[in-house]
């Protein structure tokens, strides 16, 4: 190929290579020129929006300038030669001058003249220092020439507008005022402060004042005077190695170990003065602050207390003296009764046994006065130690359910028996109340009664002698009253009768005898019953002695009189064991069992008696305490472990009474505790007391039992009593039973499903007649006991429902069968 | 492939051997183009392809050898058109490392439709540099040529060791040893 052909060739392509690229260089052109288009577009599109965001930037300008118009702050500007630019609102208000004054004006014109130089070489240096921000007080004279405390926050601001100053002003003239008043109350504190010490200097106070390493940055002359040291001894000394106790460091320690910075506190050391001798200070210690609450040391100020110290002490020690000698007092007093008791207990047993045989008369007049003066005996003894258990505390309230009425009658009998003398008659006023069962401590009771029993008797020699009962106009108040027309009691003897061992005149001790001990003993039980034991009386014409007893009354009872019990119980049934090891004793004993014909068996000793326990099953066992090879403790814990008598019950036999070997017995698994000497009705209700059969009917009593009796028995007697022998009347009396009862009964479980104690208290009581009218008498007692208790709102009762329904339908059945068997009949 | 390559290609031929062999291979190849090329056009890799084996076949100089020459001349090119890209870098192992991250992006801002390859810096410290080559037109010789007159251009002494790993060459390992 020709270079010539080659090079057109050449030429050629590169034409076509121009055109090429002249095409596509026509077609970026488009391209390029659609792009500006919609640039164009976009441009147009974003003007718009930014005159929207323009008007709203100057709404939101508006709004701002509205704020800051409205602000409670002075807001302006100023130039660098303090001329205003601008000012809101707030600040023409507190200057009062108008707007177009103040930007005319400078702020210089504006502060006090006193502070104009501070504040204007306040402002240079934020401008000289390009400070961003700042703060100054000054005061400003406004056009009113009032003078207004400004606390201003400074801007230095340098933008597009120029270079000024920004600020915020706060009137703060309130403040200042306050701060006036503090700097003044400063400055009678300080006053104060120089008042108060010159008195602690006079005071005869020991005072120093200690660092936080407890050295003594400060002492006053009495504490110098105090300790023996001189100022310059003391200057830089810690205390515990100068003069503090060895034996006290312990107390000064936890001082200091506990939180002694916050707190002040008040102790008690031994100081060793320099002439060594001890004085015992009271120091009251406090940690003194400076301006930022930081601890900076204590204080302390001593008081010398070694005299009261000295007298404390002595009396801490007459003290014990005294006490010992009360606890002497009361053992030897315990020590002594149960000594003179135990002869008595023979005196009086004999003396009951032997008018028990027969006796001439003349005897038997010996024999009562033998009864009397042991009888006396016997009360001074009880006396005496009543009152040492009283003083010790040991008296226990006991109380349990009774009938006042009745007790009282007791009392005022054992009383008659006593006192035969004819010319006095003893009278009992119960006329408001029938029966009157409360619950109370019966036996203090009963020993206040027939204490002023006695006493009446013993000072009266003619006329009456009269219990009361009375109703008194507050609830649940009764007043037990004794009234005799004796001797009566001079007024101003009327005071010291309730005294121990006082008695109103040594002439009546001569005539009448006694300890002087009882009404003391009647005013200190009566103390225990909430009470209060008052007497008046008119010398030559008779005395009253009275108490207003708050009581527990139990309505329930005082309705329905229920014979728990009969009179004389047929006890020949019993087997009884008596461990004695006092012959007398036995005799004693021996005689007054075979009387109600009770089998027993005497052990001597309670070897013997655990011997014989573990033979033979007995009904009760009466255990003596102290006895010879096993005594009644170990006897009793032997019996009772093993074998015939674990639950038979065991009654300690005593002629102690202190409560701590009635605390042992019952530990050693005894029952009860019979005092010795005890008369026959005292060992009689014992084991009436806990005779099976009278514990038996006690307990079912007690509590409502449902799973022993046989709630379906019906009582013919109490069918024949209602209907006689009117069939007719009787079956159409238990067919109303039959039809009505169980939409009584449907109402009761809706009751108890509800838990309305009232309600189930109500049904019981419609419903109980019904029951008792069909002979169903041990239902009967059931739904009454029911109500009862649900009366008293007891909520036990709700517990045992399903039990209470099956008795009660079982008594509808039972009902029914007798009604088929009565048309059988027919 | 961007039309500045084959406009570059064909003058480095015609300026070595003559427009003559520039027209021969145009004709063994029976390009769509015609051989045509403008340097404001996109035009098929496979063109490229079949023109430097053509001028393989014609010169008797291996395909790898021409493309490495062809990258050495190249370097030139982009350093006069583009100096830009050169002043970023104070040497050599900035320069490579700034390839893939910086060059390769301003590139295809220019020209949104340039098929490049990978360029990866997998480790760079004070004498050694490795690169990691990844492209589908196995081109890594031609790579190399751009490499070499990197180095001279900011006057640096190295070796440059290459690894394949890719037995197909689309996978190759620079490591460039001070």
Same mark, same amino acid.
């Given at each position: 190929?020709?270079?010539?052909?080659?090079?057109?060739?050449?030429?050629?392509?590169?034409?076509?290579?121009?055109?090429?690229?002249?095409?596509?260089?026509?077609?970026?052109?488009?391209? @390029?020129?659609?792009?500006?288009?919609?640039?164009?577009?976009?441009?147009?599109?974003?003007? =718009?929006?930014?005159?929207?965001?323009?008007?709203?930037?100057?709404?939101?300008?508006?709004?701002?300038?509205?704020?800051?118009?409205?602000?409670?702050?002075?807001?302006?500007?100023?130039?660098?030669?303090?001329?205003?630019?601008?000012?809101?609102?707030?600040?023409?208000?507190?200057?009062?001058?108008?707007?177009?004054?103040?930007?005319?004006?400078?702020?210089?014109?504006?502060?006090?003249?006193?502070?104009?130089?501070?504040?204007?070489?306040?402002?240079?240096?934020?401008?000289?220092?390009?400070?961003?921000?700042?703060?100054?007080?000054?005061?400003?004279?406004?056009?009113?020439?009032?003078?207004?405390?400004?606390?201003?926050?400074?801007?230095?601001?340098?933008?597009?507008?120029?270079?000024?100053?920004?600020?915020?002003?706060?009137?703060?003239?309130?403040?200042?005022?306050?701060?006036?008043?503090?700097?003044?109350?400063?400055?009678?504190?300080?006053?104060?402060?120089?008042?108060?010490?010159?008195?602690?200097?006079?005071?005869? @106070?020991?005072?120093?004042?200690?660092?936080?390493?407890?050295?003594?940055?400060?002492?006053?002359?009495?504490?110098?005077?105090?300790?023996?040291?001189?100022?310059?001894?003391?200057?830089?000394?810690?205390?515990?190695?100068?003069?503090?106790?060895?034996?006290?460091?312990?107390?000064?320690?936890?001082?200091?170990?506990?939180?002694?910075?916050?707190?002040?506190?008040?102790?008690?050391?031994?100081?060793?003065?320099?002439?060594?001798?001890?004085?015992?200070?009271?120091?009251?210690?406090?940690?003194?602050?400076?301006?930022?609450?930081?601890?900076?040391?204590?204080?302390?100020?001593?008081?010398?207390?070694?005299?009261?110290?000295?007298?404390?002490?002595?009396?801490?020690?007459?003290?014990?003296?005294?006490?010992?000698?009360?606890?002497?007092?009361?053992?030897?007093?315990?020590?002594?009764?149960?000594?003179?008791?135990?002869?008595?207990?023979?005196?009086?047993?004999?003396?009951?046994?032997?008018?028990?045989?027969?006796?001439?008369?003349?005897?038997?007049?010996?024999?009562?006065?033998?009864?009397?003066?042991?009888?006396?005996?016997?009360?001074?003894?009880?006396?005496?130690?009543?009152?040492?258990?009283?003083?010790?505390?040991?008296?226990?309230?006991?109380?349990?359910?009774?009938?006042?009425?009745?007790?009282?009658?007791?009392?005022?009998?054992?009383?008659?028996?006593?006192?035969?003398?004819?010319?006095?008659?003893?009278?009992?006023?119960?006329?408001?109340?029938?029966?009157?069962?409360?619950?109370?401590?019966?036996?203090?009771?009963?020993?206040?009664?027939?204490?002023?029993?006695?006493?009446?008797?013993?000072?009266?020699?003619?006329?009456?002698?009269?219990?009361?009962?009375?109703?008194?106009?507050?609830?649940?108040?009764?007043?037990?009253?004794?009234? %005799?027309?004796?001797?009566?009691?001079?007024?101003?003897?009327?005071?010291?009768?309730?005294?121990?061992?006082?008695?109103?005149?040594?002439?009546?001790?001569?005539?009448?005898?006694?300890?002087?001990?009882?009404?003391?003993?009647?005013?200190?039980?009566?103390?225990?019953?909430?009470?209060?034991?008052?007497?008046?009386?008119?010398?030559?014409?008779?005395?009253?002695?009275?108490?207003?007893?708050?009581?527990?009354?139990?309505?329930?009872?005082?309705?329905?009189?229920?014979?728990?019990?009969?009179?004389?119980?047929?006890?020949?049934?019993?087997?009884?064991?008596?461990?004695?090891?006092?012959?007398?004793?036995?005799?004693?004993?021996?005689?007054?069992?075979?009387?109600?014909?009770?089998?027993?068996?005497?052990?001597?000793?309670?070897?013997?008696?655990?011997?014989?326990?573990?033979?033979?099953?007995?009904?009760?066992?009466?255990? %003596?305490?102290?006895?010879?090879?096993?005594?009644?403790?170990?006897?009793?814990?032997?019996?009772?472990?093993?074998?015939?008598?674990?639950?038979?019950?065991?009654?300690?036999?005593?002629?102690?009474?202190?409560?701590?070997?009635?605390?042992?017995?019952?530990?050693?698994?005894?029952?009860?505790?019979?005092?010795?000497?005890?008369?026959?009705?005292?060992?009689?209700?014992?084991?009436?007391?806990?005779?099976?059969?009278?514990?038996?009917?006690?307990?079912?009593?007690?509590?409502?039992?449902?799973?022993?009796?046989?709630?379906?028995?019906?009582?013919? %007697?109490?069918?024949?009593?209602?209907? =006689?022998?009117?069939?007719?009347?009787?079956?159409?009396?238990?067919?109303?039973?039959? %039809?009505?009862?169980?939409?009584?009964?449907?109402?009761?479980?809706?009751?108890?499903?509800?838990?309305?104690?009232?309600?189930?208290?109500?049904?019981?009581?419609?419903?109980?007649?019904?029951?008792?009218?069909?002979?169903?008498?041990?239902?009967?007692?059931?739904?009454?006991?029911?109500?009862?208790?649900?009366?008293?709102?007891?909520?036990?009762?709700?517990?045992?429902?399903?039990?209470?329904?099956?008795?009660?339908?079982?008594?509808?059945?039972?009902?029914?069968?007798?009604?088929?068997?009565?048309?059988?009949?027919? | 492939?961007?039309?500045?390559?084959?406009?570059?290609?064909?003058?480095?031929?015609?300026?070595?051997?003559?427009?003559?062999?520039?027209?021969?291979?145009?004709?063994?190849?029976?390009?769509?183009?015609?051989?045509?090329?403008?340097?404001?056009?996109?035009?098929?890799?496979?063109?490229?392809?079949?023109?430097?084996?053509?001028?393989?076949?014609?010169?008797?100089?291996?395909?790898?050898?021409?493309?490495?020459?062809?990258?050495?001349?190249?370097?030139?090119?982009?350093?006069?058109?583009?100096?830009?890209?050169?002043?970023?870098?104070?040497?050599?192992?900035?320069?490579?490392?700034?390839?893939?991250?910086?060059?390769?992006?301003?590139?295809?801002?220019?020209?949104?439709?340039?098929?490049?390859?990978?360029?990866?810096?997998?480790?760079?410290?004070?004498?050694?540099?490795?690169?990691?080559?990844?492209?589908?037109?196995?081109?890594?010789?031609?790579?190399?040529?751009?490499?070499?007159?990197?180095?001279?251009?900011?006057?640096?002494?190295?070796?440059?060791?290459?690894?394949?790993?890719?037995?197909?060459?689309?996978?190759?390992?620079?490591?460039?040893?001070?």
């Amino acid at each position: 190929m020709s270079e010539l052909e080659l090079l057109q060739k050449k030429l050629k392509r590169a034409l076509s290579a121009r055109k090429m690229a002249e095409h596509i260089l026509e077609q970026k052109a488009i391209e @390029l020129f659609n792009s500006n288009q919609l640039l164009k577009e976009a441009n147009a599109k974003l003007t =718009g929006e930014v005159a929207i965001k323009s008007n709203q930037l100057q709404e939101r300008e508006q709004r701002y300038k509205k704020f800051i118009d409205g602000a409670t702050d002075s807001i302006y500007n100023f130039t660098e030669e303090l001329q205003f630019l601008y000012v809101n609102n707030r600040t023409v208000e507190l200057l009062e001058y108008s707007e177009e004054e103040l930007l005319a004006m400078t702020v210089a014109e504006l502060v006090h003249p006193n502070y104009l130089e501070m504040a204007t070489s306040f402002f240079t240096d934020i401008l000289e220092k390009q400070k961003k921000s700042a703060y100054i007080e000054f005061p400003v004279v406004s056009k009113s020439k009032r003078l207004i405390w400004a606390g201003t926050n400074i801007t230095y601001v340098d933008d597009t507008s120029g270079v000024y100053y920004s600020a915020i002003s706060r009137d703060i003239s309130e403040r200042k005022s306050i701060e006036s008043d503090l700097s003044s109350a400063r400055v009678h504190l300080e006053r104060s402060e120089h008042k108060y010490r010159g008195i602690l200097k006079n005071l005869q @106070l020991g005072l120093i004042e200690l660092d936080t390493d407890r050295r003594i940055t400060y002492s006053n002359l009495i504490f110098q005077k105090m300790i023996g040291y001189s100022e310059d001894e003391l200057l830089g000394a810690v205390p515990a190695e100068l003069f503090l106790h060895k034996d006290d460091y312990p107390i000064e320690s936890s001082i200091v170990s506990s939180d002694s910075s916050v707190s002040t506190n008040v102790y008690d050391v031994r100081l060793i003065l320099k002439d060594q001798s001890i004085i015992h200070v009271l120091i009251s210690k406090s940690p003194i602050y400076n301006i930022r609450n930081d601890v900076i040391g204590s204080i302390a100020i001593h008081y010398d207390i070694t005299e009261r110290k000295r007298l404390e002490t002595e009396l801490v020690r007459a003290k014990e003296i005294a006490e010992n000698a009360q606890k002497e007092q009361q053992k030897f007093l315990a020590v002594m009764t149960h000594e003179i008791r135990t002869p008595l207990n023979s005196i009086v047993g004999m003396s009951h046994l032997l008018s028990d045989t027969k006796v001439t008369e003349e005897q038997e007049e010996y024999i009562g006065l033998i009864n009397n003066a042991s009888d006396m005996l016997q009360s001074l003894v009880s006396d005496i130690l009543d009152l040492s258990k009283i003083q010790s505390g040991k008296q226990e309230l006991v109380e349990e359910d009774f009938d006042l009425v009745k007790h009282l009658r007791n009392c005022i009998s054992s009383i008659k028996i006593r006192s035969s003398d004819p010319d006095v008659v003893l009278l009992f006023e119960h006329t408001d109340y029938d029966k009157l069962w409360m619950r109370s401590d019966k036996k203090m009771i009963h020993q206040i009664v027939t204490n002023l029993l006695h006493n009446a008797v013993k000072f009266t020699k003619k006329g009456s002698i009269t219990l009361k009962i009375k109703r008194l106009d507050r609830p649940n108040m009764i007043q037990i009253a004794v009234a %005799d027309t004796g001797i009566g009691i001079a007024s101003d003897k009327l005071k010291i009768i309730f005294k121990e061992y006082e008695q109103a005149n040594d002439y009546i001790h001569g005539i009448y005898g006694g300890t002087g001990l009882g009404l003391s003993i009647c005013q200190k039980l009566a103390t225990k019953l909430n009470s209060r034991l008052e007497v008046y009386s008119t010398l030559g014409k008779g005395t009253t002695f009275f108490m207003n007893l708050p009581i527990q009354m139990i309505l329930d009872r005082n309705k329905i009189e229920k014979k728990i019990k009969p009179d004389d119980q047929d006890l020949s049934h019993l087997s009884i064991l008596v461990a004695e090891d006092n012959s007398m004793n036995q005799k004693y004993i021996s005689r007054l069992l075979e009387k109600k014909n009770i089998k027993f068996h005497i052990a001597d000793n309670g070897a013997i008696a655990y011997s014989l326990a573990s033979h033979h099953k007995f009904d009760l066992i009466f255990m %003596d305490i102290h006895m010879p090879q096993m005594n009644g403790y170990e006897a009793s814990m032997a019996i009772k472990k093993e074998g015939l008598n674990i639950n038979t019950p065991i009654i300690a036999l005593s002629a102690s009474t202190l409560i701590a070997q009635k605390e042992e017995a019952i530990a050693s698994g005894m029952q009860d505790f019979l005092s010795k000497p005890f008369n026959p009705n005292q060992l009689y209700a014992v084991i009436e007391k806990y005779n099976p059969a009278a514990l038996k009917l006690s307990t079912d009593d007690e509590k409502i039992s449902i799973s022993e009796k046989n709630y379906q028995d019906l009582d013919r %007697d109490t069918i024949r009593q209602f209907f =006689g022998d009117d069939r007719e009347y009787k079956m159409d009396m238990f067919q109303l039973f039959v %039809d009505q009862i169980p939409t009584d009964l449907h109402d009761l479980e809706e009751a108890y499903r509800a838990g309305n104690l009232q309600l189930i208290s109500q049904v019981c009581h419609k419903i109980k007649p019904s029951f008792q009218m069909v002979g169903l008498l041990k239902i009967a007692e059931l739904v009454r006991k029911i109500e009862h208790e649900a009366g008293l709102e007891d909520t036990s009762v709700l517990h045992d429902d399903h039990k209470i329904f099956d008795i009660l339908n079982g008594g509808i059945d039972v009902i029914k069968d007798e009604i088929i068997t009565l048309h059988n009949i027919d | 492939m961007k039309g500045m390559v084959f406009t570059e290609f064909l003058e480095m031929v015609e300026g070595q051997h003559g427009y003559e062999l520039v027209d021969q291979i145009i004709e063994d190849c029976e390009l769509e183009s015609e051989g045509i090329y403008t340097a404001v056009g996109t035009y098929p890799h496979s063109e490229m392809v079949q023109l430097i084996v053509a001028l393989s076949q014609r010169s008797n100089i291996p395909v790898p050898d021409l493309l490495h020459t062809f990258g050495r001349y190249l370097f030139d090119t982009f350093l006069s058109k583009y100096p830009g890209f050169f002043k970023e870098a104070d040497n050599a192992f900035d320069f490579f490392s700034s390839i893939q991250e910086y060059i390769h992006v301003e590139v295809l801002k220019l020209y949104p439709d340039a098929q490049l390859p990978e360029f990866r810096t997998i480790l760079k410290e004070e004498r050694q540099l490795h690169l990691v080559y990844e492209s589908d037109r196995k081109m890594s010789t031609f790579a190399l040529g751009l490499l070499e007159k990197g180095l001279e251009y900011y006057q640096e002494e190295a070796d440059i060791i290459v690894e394949n790993l890719e037995s197909d060459g689309s996978k190759v390992l620079f490591k460039i040893m001070k």
